[in-house]
């Protein structure tokens, strides 16, 4: 038996694992409490750093740790050449750090503090750091954050970075991270104010060449779909006024974009002033689209009312008088009939993927950039081809079966309005929309339905989304029969609403239908028929609240 090395059981080794933790915890209370103590004390000594140091290279995401190493930093009285090498240490620490999880935030946080510190960083070296990381990681979405932070500072070239992101893409397409670098390079560098590209028209053709070619190479791989639906999605960035509305004692507008970092600048001027008014956003959130304000002094009189404009962001827009809505009106409807100047390139990769569809059918990624594209081409022309790519695309990805559903409502919607404001004389507002039996499960860019007087959203799927009804503030007639709703809870108040069918749903409280009444004054019509409710509705409690409300109610049979 002599000379074979003794098996431990399983047992023993768990006890000796168990010990190995309990020491190493109590070691860590130990020097924890050093470290806090001293820092209660001020005491920036090198004890503290030592113990630090070590603490961190067995465990580099203890950010408490490197917050005190940097007020050590700054709160020390080292001379020059002290503080230069006290940087160079730091700088060795978080490369050791890294080795041991180059994916940890707080190491690259610290090496990004240090070397702002520093006075004469060796960039070069930074980025060879950062190409060894993402040699070995290429998703390492901390490094590709560290080198765009390292590039700038070293002003290195826009175009040596596209060429990197190119050696990146090309070395693999599957590199989401590439992909998304690439698209930040190319904005910076070919960023255009056009809503329809994110960059410029020349730069945008090659980019669709070049993602085709990935998409065809591994049609399976999300990467380079994804840079596919950047660049064909919408890319605003400014906020403009796409629709005003001024009549009597109300001012209401919309914005087409509501993307803000600060909040808005808007105001009301009659005649060259300045009309104090405060506006309400709907919904009631910091950058809502719908702005509501009422008038303290109606506008009654359009003959001494000579000019009414609203300025948003210091851009000022010109309101005209309509006779036929005995209203002042803004309407922007360039978007209606814009045409994208490479809609040639567009119907090629439409052609493509149409082909790249029939050889693999199930690929869900070809059916949805069909629509992106189509849409981006041509709603109107599309419009059947698209309901069919997302018929197929619930089918293909089952699982992902309600987004498609909420996708087919927001192309319904959007169809059905453009329609709408095709038809729409330049000094006209359209004041009805019907929308029923579509199968609509949520009501996008519901901004654009405030202008609306009487909506029709009878047999849909929209019981989630009552919520989604607050910017219909000047509608007087809805109908949301037959959509499944069961409370009423979320309803906010509309308040203008003077008729609403409820009629075929599943609402079941008493209490529900009289608060809502009580935040409708001018309710004249509340069709409740064919509800479990309508057993226990008490119309002498309602007449108490509205006797002037006509309660229609026959329960089901």
Not at 219 to 227: G, K, R, V
Not at 322 to 333: G, H, R
Not at 343 to 349: A, F, G, N, V
Not at 400 to 429: F, M, T
Request: aromatic share 10%; charged share 30%.
């Amino acid at each position: 038996m002599h000379g074979r090395v003794k098996v431990r059981t399983t047992a023993e080794q768990e006890e000796i694992l168990r010990k190995e933790k309990a020491a190493k915890v109590v070691q860590y209370k130990a020097n924890i409490s050093i470290v806090f103590q001293k820092r209660k004390d001020e005491l920036w000594d090198d004890e503290l750093l030592s113990i630090t140091k070590h603490m961190l290279l067995s465990n580099p995401d203890i950010y408490t740790l490197w917050n005190i190493r940097r007020e050590a930093f700054k709160k020390n009285k080292w001379d020059e050449e002290e503080y230069k090498q006290m940087l160079e240490d730091e700088m060795s620490l978080t490369e050791s750090c890294l080795r041991a999880n180059p994916k940890s935030y707080s190491v690259w946080h610290q090496r990004h503090w240090v070397i702002e510190q520093m006075f004469e960083p060796d960039w070069k070296k930074e980025l060879a750091l950062c190409a060894k990381c993402l040699n070995l990681d290429e998703r390492n979405f901390h490094c590709w954050d560290y080198r765009e932070f390292i590039v700038q500072k070293a002003e290195i070239p826009n175009n040596k970075e596209l060429e990197f992101s190119n050696t990146k893409i090309l070395n693999n397409i599957s590199n989401y991270s590439s992909w998304h670098y690439r698209s930040r390079i190319l904005y910076k560098m070919f960023g255009t104010a056009s809503e329809e590209i994110p960059i410029e028209d020349e730069k945008y053709r090659e980019e669709l060449d070049l993602v085709i070619n990935a998409t065809f190479t591994d049609p399976n791989d999300t990467s380079a779909w994804f840079y596919q639906r950047w660049l064909l999605d919408k890319h605003v960035t400014i906020c403009r006024l796409w629709r005003a509305y001024i009549k009597k004692d109300i001012a209401i507008v919309i914005l087409d974009n509501n993307m803000l970092i600060k909040p808005i600048s808007l105001s009301l001027r009659v005649n060259s002033k300045n009309v104090d008014v405060q506006w309400q956003s709907y919904p009631d959130e910091k950058f809502a689209k719908l702005q509501i304000a009422k008038l303290d002094s109606p506008l009654t009189d359009p003959n001494r009312v000579k000019k009414v404009s609203i300025e948003l962001q210091e851009t000022k827009y010109r309101l005209c008088y309509s006779e036929s809505e005995s209203a002042w009106i803004y309407k922007d409807n360039i978007s209606l009939y814009k045409q994208n100047s490479n809609d040639k390139q567009l119907d090629e990769q439409l052609k493509s993927y149409n082909q790249l569809s029939e050889m693999e059918p199930d690929n869900k990624w070809a059916l949805l950039t069909e629509i992106l594209l189509m849409k981006k081409i041509d709603l109107s022309k599309f419009y059947t081809n698209i309901l069919k790519n997302l018929m197929m695309l619930s089918k293909v990805d089952s699982f992902r079966s309600n987004y498609y559903k909420d996708l087919r409502s927001r192309l319904l919607v959007e169809y059905k309005l453009s329609e709408i404001w095709k038809q729409e004389e330049s000094s006209e507002i359209q004041s009805k929309i019907d929308l029923s039996g579509l199968g609509l499960t949520s009501l996008h860019n519901n901004h654009y339905f405030s202008l609306f007087e009487e909506v029709n959203l009878g047999a849909n799927h929209l019981k989630d989304c009552l919520y989604q009804f607050s910017t219909l503030q000047r509608c007087t007639k809805l109908s949301l029969s037959s959509n499944d709703i069961t409370s009423l809870k979320h309803f906010p108040t509309m308040h203008s609403l003077e008729f609403l069918s409820l009629r075929n749903n599943k609402l079941m409280s008493m209490e529900e239908i009289l608060n809502f009444v009580k935040r409708h004054e001018k309710l004249k019509r509340l069709d409740l028929r064919d509800n479990p409710v309508c057993a226990e509705i008490n119309t002498t409690k309602i007449r108490e609240i509205n006797p002037h409300l006509e309660i229609l109610n026959s329960a089901i049979k």
